[in-house]
């Protein structure tokens, strides 16, 4: 059976949910945009399907129907005058609309970014300039505090416990572990000032960021100056400081998707009773989070706690090293074991590499790619819980089976196009599968552990040898 026919077999059995059917209908009742709901079905997928394509150049299909007032608004805070004007072809929509839309803008305040409020907290945050310096000279003192408290034991009595979902994965968008050293440094520090195991978790997340974007201007400054390669960059995984007085609708939704990415965000999967702890810090199970509607608090587990307690060269001072070995050790032994799937595939990479000449692979990527899919297959075959393994078989195997055989389709035309323009229209429409994420994080991240050393040689290859034996041997063999 050809995909074509396995696909059109499964549209003939999609039935859309009760409560899809009762929003779709309330929304179509006040408005008269769309003729029907096969008309509002059709130009749902075909924008879907624009951005999951091509994000790129998805904007030209979300403009191929004229904006609401709202969703100008929405997008007026988001791009300059002359970018809206390309976008709807030279059209000028507040001139088009005239006195209406001047009477809207009167009715409705323009809408907030998601967490404006934040965003502005955030600006006052970045206010400080030495914030960095200050969390060094209190981290004895911080050190002192937290050693007497037993984490295992902090709870709070008027929230409930927010935990991880126990994806067997870290996720590739998790660049870099060091983010999580800042974090519970950060978390230490507020733990200090307020004398409390358990702050605010917002607050946190705001004062984590301030400290992430001064240390990456460090970084980025030294890495600037003496020209390092992108295997040697530590700023990778931090975000770019942001230089200007006036926050922009972009820049708010790239600060929260980072805090939310790195330092948690507490969400709740469709048809599901229970929320859960996204970020890479819960997944790492560095800290708890205790929740109630929109009242969170955090706190440190006891690993949280030992992995504050290590030594940090960055936070000692140093710019050319992101990790101490004992930190390297802790996370590859004490913390990500807890993600089963994630372990076994960085074992596996780790002794391909270890028994890879230097220098001699055709193709490591590909070698390297081989490994993260037989790693999962294998983990496919244990006990596990069968909404992951399905979800693992979807997002993962097949979504990469599917991107690959279209790449295929493209590359073989870009190799046959000498037109420069095409080939660099057809270079983008190539993407990046699941697998490949997953490959390219987990070389950034154990490279940073220090466990291999990465180098990029004349050909533009990656290649990787063992730099810590005793720990590559430890992965090995746990």
């Known amino acids: 059976m050809s995909n074509e026919e396995k696909y059109s077999s499964e549209f003939e059995k999609i039935q859309l949910k009760p409560d899809q059917k009762k929003k779709i209908a309330k929304f179509l009742e006040g408005t008269d945009r769309f003729l029907d709901v096969r008309d509002f079905m059709e130009r749902a997928i075909e924008v879907l399907l624009a951005w999951e394509q091509n994000p790129q150049t998805s904007i030209s299909t979300m403009a191929e129907m004229n904006p609401t007032m709202t969703q100008y608004q929405v997008l007026s805070m988001m791009m300059k005058p002359e970018q809206l004007k390309g976008m709807y072809d030279g059209i000028d929509w507040p001139e088009e609309w005239g006195n209406k839309w001047t009477e809207f803008q009167k009715d409705n305040s323009p809408p907030k970014d998601p967490n404006t409020d934040e965003s502005q907290k955030q600006m006052n945050a970045r206010k400080s300039k030495e914030d960095f310096e200050?969390?060094?000279?209190?981290?004895?003192?911080?050190?002192?505090?937290?050693?007497?408290?037993?984490?295992?034991?902090i709870t709070d009595n008027n929230l409930n416990q927010t935990k991880y979902d126990?994806?067997?994965?870290?996720?590739?968008?998790?660049?870099?572990?060091?983010?999580?050293?800042?974090?519970?440094?950060?978390?230490?520090?507020?733990?200090?000032?307020?004398?409390?195991?358990?702050?605010?978790?917002?607050?946190?997340?705001?004062?984590?960021?301030?400290?992430?974007?001064?240390?990456?201007?460090?970084?980025?400054?030294?890495?600037?100056?003496?020209?390092?390669?992108?295997?040697?960059?530590?700023?990778?995984?931090?975000?770019?400081?942001?230089?200007?007085?006036?926050?922009?609708?972009?820049?708010?939704?790239?600060?929260?998707?980072?805090?939310?990415?790195?330092?948690?965000?507490?969400?709740?999967?469709?048809?599901?009773?229970?929320?859960?702890?996204?970020?890479?810090?819960?997944?790492?199970?560095?800290?708890?989070?205790f929740s109630n509607g929109k009242v969170a608090k955090i706190t440190l587990t006891e690993n949280g706690k030992k992995f504050y307690l290590l030594n940090n060269p960055i936070f000692e001072g140093k710019v050319n090293e992101s990790l101490s070995k004992e930190e390297g050790m802790f996370l590859s032994t004490k913390c990500i074991p807890q993600r089963p799937l994630q372990f076994e595939i960085n074992k596996n990479i780790i002794k391909l590499v270890s028994e890879t000449e230097y220098g001699k692979s055709s193709d490591m990527a590909n070698d390297l790619d081989i490994i993260c899919i037989e790693s999962i297959e294998e983990f496919l075959?244990?006990?596990?819980?069968?909404?992951?393994?399905?979800?693992?078989?979807?997002?993962?195997?097949?979504?990469?089976?599917?991107?690959?055989?279209?790449?295929?389709?493209?590359?073989?035309?870009?190799?046959?196009?000498?037109?420069?323009?095409?080939?660099?229209?057809?270079?983008?429409e190539m993407k990046q599968t699941p697998i490949e994420a997953l490959r390219i994080a987990v070389m950034g991240r154990i490279t940073e552990l220090g466990i291999v050393h990465w180098h990029i040689n004349v050909a533009g290859r990656s290649e990787y040898t063992i730099e810590n034996k005793e720990l590559s041997e430890s992965i090995i063999n746990g």
Request: glycine fraction near 4%; proline fraction near 4%; charged fraction near 40%.
């Open 166 to 289: 126990n994806w067997p994965i870290i996720s590739p968008v998790y660049s870099r572990f060091f983010p999580a050293k800042i974090a519970v440094v950060t978390l230490a520090d507020m733990m200090r000032e307020e004398k409390s195991p358990l702050v605010d978790f917002e607050k946190f997340k705001i004062n984590a960021y301030d400290i992430a974007e001064e240390i990456s201007g460090k970084l980025i400054k030294y890495e600037t100056d003496n020209k390092k390669k992108r295997s040697q960059k530590k700023s990778t995984g931090l975000p770019k400081p942001y230089d200007s007085d006036e926050m922009t609708g972009s820049q708010s939704i790239k600060e929260e998707r980072y805090k939310n990415k790195y330092f948690g965000k507490i969400t709740k999967r469709e048809g599901a009773d229970v929320t859960h702890l996204d970020g890479l810090l819960s997944a790492l199970g560095l800290v708890k989070v």
């Open 134 to 153: 200050k969390i060094q000279k209190n981290m004895p003192e911080s050190n002192n505090f937290l050693r007497s408290i037993k984490f295992e034991e």
């Open 381 to 428: 075959e244990s006990k596990i819980d069968e909404k992951i393994k399905n979800r693992i078989k979807k997002e993962i195997l097949e979504k990469s089976i599917t991107m690959n055989e279209n790449n295929k389709k493209i590359k073989k035309i870009y190799l046959n196009t000498e037109d420069l323009k095409e080939r660099a229209k057809l270079r983008k």
